[in-house]
């Protein structure tokens, strides 16, 4: 069975401040993607990644996709509250699979 | 477009009954899931469909059925509801071979 881990699962942190996300899997994926989710409401997708040390950027986030595939990364810069909501990774291969997600809260 | 729409959006079932969450989608998209969602346990798949008139199982699939007689739509049965069936269920799709999958609202469901 693949799993994605996801850490930490909580943080909270002062607006401003620059964070970083982590999804790591013992399998190899042929692609991987970022949710994040609002409460009460789905899973938006923000990025995919498909090339093993494919880095994105989406405004002040940025995503890395681990060159082996087995793991990626969500970097924020200076962290708003707009940006409080839990972080989903999915690993893709005949299936998508989710990681349990981190919560993050941005404190104004 | 309206997207993926689910119905309805809050139930409460009494252990032992049956009833049908539904799902809709208007952008003819050919695969089709269902995820339960529960604190601390993350999106775990249920069933999925990758076209009309093909369904197959997913992490969770006990206790629930799926059938996909069109493109737009994806109903989940439950037989006999359980309170371990509690949960926030989702549904999703996706046009193949794209990745980016298009979540509807949720549908939150309790049984007592």
């Known amino acids: 069975t693949q799993l994605l881990e996801q850490s930490p699962q909580f943080l909270s942190i002062q607006e401003g401040e620059n964070l970083t996300v982590y999804c790591n899997s013992s399998s190899v994926f042929s692609s991987l993607q970022w949710y994040r989710q609002e409460p009460g409401e789905g899973p938006v997708l923000l990025v995919t990644?498909?090339?093993?040390?494919e880095v994105k950027k989406l405004k002040r986030l940025t995503f890395q996709f681990g060159d082996a595939r087995k793991d990626s990364s969500l970097h924020i810069t200076a962290a708003q509250p707009g940006d409080t909501g839990l972080y989903l990774c999915?690993?893709?291969?005949?299936?998508?699979?989710f990681g349990k997600g981190t919560r993050l809260h941005i404190l104004p | 477009n309206a997207g993926v729409t689910q119905t309805p959006k809050f139930q409460v079932l009494k252990t032992g009954q049956s009833m049908t969450l539904q799902c809709a989608q208007d952008m003819n998209h050919e695969y089709m899931s269902w995820y339960r969602q529960d604190p601390g346990m993350g999106l775990r798949l249920i069933h999925y469909?990758?076209?009309?008139?093909?369904?197959d199982q997913g992490e969770v699939p006990n206790g629930y059925n799926v059938s996909r007689s069109t493109t737009e739509d994806f109903p989940l049965r439950l037989l006999s509801a359980a309170p371990s069936q509690t949960s926030v269920y989702f549904c999703a799709s996706r046009r193949v071979p794209s990745l980016e999958q298009y979540f509807g609202p949720g549908t939150r469901l309790t049984v007592t």
């Open positions: 469909s990758v076209g009309a008139g093909i369904t």
């Open positions: 990644v498909v090339t093993g040390g």
């Open positions: 999915a690993g893709e291969d005949d299936k998508i699979i």
